[in-house]
């Protein structure tokens, strides 16, 4: 699986955008890109992931560069509650391929 | 929306106990695994089970530790002499097959005295 590279930590105002960076430079055509996040020391929680088109849902919205060797999570509107470590992992999504976690962005969502 | 439970949320036990962390993955789901985070570390990888087997394992995972999922729904993990390096908390995850997210469990906090 492809190396990710992230911010060890970011900012941001409450009610403002977050965009999270990660940088998969090496990652290869059938790797997705998922985003996780841990609050605390609660179980990591899946936010989002995608192949190469932008993707968005509830919680988020990535967006991939063309080249796929980038990639943001957007946060629209933060909250105090996104305060978290955000992980970002490049992963080949077939049989009982597992999740490795680095060291991820922790984000402080300020008031 | 489904979760992964587990239990007990926490446990603390005497050096060179066994004990065994359970978890309930989500019914339709087809992969389950382990992960263990030491207080202030990363989340590392322990073991991937798929129809009834381990199919991965990492380093940590030595002879004493083992896994299964005796009746279908329950998937446990058990340290058979612990150490009072195995403190950590302990994550259950589990995902259908295809490019799906993995779901966690919240933990189980186990401290080794």
Known sequence: DAKTTQPPSMDCAEGRAANLPC????????????????IHSQGPQYIIHGLKNNETNEMASLIITEDRKSSTLILPHATLRDTAVYYCIALFSGGYNKLIFGAGTRLAVHP | EPEVTQTPSHQVTQMGQEVILRCVPISNHLYFYWYRQILGQKVEFLVSFY?????EKSEIFDDQFSVERPDGSNFTLKIRSTKLEDSAMYFCASRIQGPGGYTFGSGTRLTVV
Do not use: D
Request: negative net charge; aromatic residues 20%; proline residues 0%.
């Open chain 1, 23 to 38: 940088n998969h430079s090496t990652i290869s055509g059938n790797e997705y890109v998922y985003w996780y996040r841990q």
């Open chain 2, 51 to 55: 129809n009834n087997e381990i199919s």
